[in-house]
């Protein structure tokens, strides 16, 4: 069982910027999962945001944040990023990370394993 903790997330004007962190527990084989960013909006669907395979070689974006964020991982801590830069208002939701042991993409029902989610608010 993966277990997920996201952090990082909180309050930042429009054009700020801010890193999200996902540590994973449970697993001994970190290194066997993809994982991925999605994030949820108020009275939205849960939508993907990025994710990244799992030796870290390959690596998609959502059109809406290509350019602006940047996931990467560390293998050896169990240890996924998110780099959000030129945050707008429209960026605002909840972030999740999330973990699956056959599956590359941003399809979030294929996904096994999720963290508690870490707010991100962007003001104006």
């Known amino acids: 069982q993966v277990h997920l903790v996201e952090s990082g997330g909180g309050s930042v004007q429009a054009g700020g910027s801010l890193r999200l962190s996902c540590v994973a527990s449970?697993?001994?084989?970190?290194?066997?999962?993809?994982v991925a960013w999605f994030r949820q909006a108020p009275r939205k669907e849960r939508e993907g945001v990025s994710c990244?395979?799992?030796?870290?070689?390959?690596?998609s974006y959502a059109d809406s944040v290509k350019g602006r964020f940047t996931i990467s991982r560390d293998n050896a801590k169990n240890m996924l990023y998110l780099q959000m830069n030129s945050l707008s208002p429209e960026d605002t939701a909840i972030y999740y990370c999330?973990?699956?042991?056959?599956?590359?993409?941003?399809?979030?029902?294929?996904?096994?394993?999720w963290g508690q989610g870490t707010p991100v608010t962007v003001s104006a």
């Open positions: 999330a973990a699956s042991g056959g599956y590359y993409g941003l399809t979030p029902e294929q996904y096994n394993f």
């Open positions: 990244i395979s799992a030796r870290g070689g390959s690596t």
């Open positions: 449970g697993v001994t084989t970190y290194s066997m999962y993809s």
